[in-house]
């Protein structure tokens, strides 16, 4: 799987996100594929940020992340997308990022792309596969070949069986309440592993 190239694109308010992706980071290096981690750009105003102390620690601390580009579409052979929800719907930041790649989409640059997606919300029946599903749809749009996690392994169970991928909810602490690192890192082998026989 020395050959698969694999983007990491995110959004993250608060790093739950964040953190997920960097899970992500890690098992695709593992599995032997060239990562990319990227962030979708933010919209929101400085103010908006300032004004929730988590968001604006956040906002500071990843700084240094690289913004996404339709570059890192184009180069990539497998993508994990990470994102909150935000009323059972993709955030605008990362819906944004996605809607500016019609040129990629119209030259056929989006096609046979192996694709998994990651969310987050503050409470366990907040919009996690909602978002999934409504973003799936876009990847079907672009022709991309979509690997849901399935139950494919035990550690989807512990970290609350979604089979369309991994989600977790933020408890009022800030922490994850799921215990979710493992099954992140089988849905991103998974993907480089279907990316892997794409390529061959």
Do not use: C
């Not at 990847?139 to 991994?166: K, Q, R």
Request: charged content about 20%.
């Amino acid at each position: 799987m020395a050959n698969v190239k694999l983007a990491v694109i995110y959004y993250s308010s608060t790093g739950t996100n964040y953190q997920m992706a960097k899970w992500a980071e890690e098992a695709g290096k593992e599995a032997g594929a060239d990562v990319r981690v990227v962030k979708a750009p933010e919209l929101a105003p400085e103010a908006a940020i300032a004004s929730n102390p988590a968001w604006k620690e956040h906002y500071e601390a990843t700084k240094d992340v690289p913004e996404a580009t339709s570059d890192d579409i184009e180069w990539a052979d497998a993508i994990i997308f990470s994102m909150p929800t935000r009323f059972g719907n993709v955030p605008s930041q990362m819906k944004q990022y996605i809607d500016s790649q019609g040129g990629l989409w119209a030259t056929g640059k989006t096609v046979n792309k192996a694709v998994s997606v990651m969310v987050s919300a503050s409470n366990a029946h907040g919009g996690q596969e909602a978002t999934a599903l409504s973003f799936y749809t876009t990847m079907m749009h672009w022709g991309a070949i979509i690997v849901a996690p399935g139950y494919t392994d035990e550690s989807i169970a512990p970290a609350g069986g979604n089979p369309y991928g991994t989600s977790v909810t933020q408890g009022q602490d800030g922490k994850m309440v799921e215990n979710v690192e493992p099954a992140v890192k089988h849905q991103v082998k998974r993907t480089v592993e279907v990316a892997a026989k794409l390529n061959s």
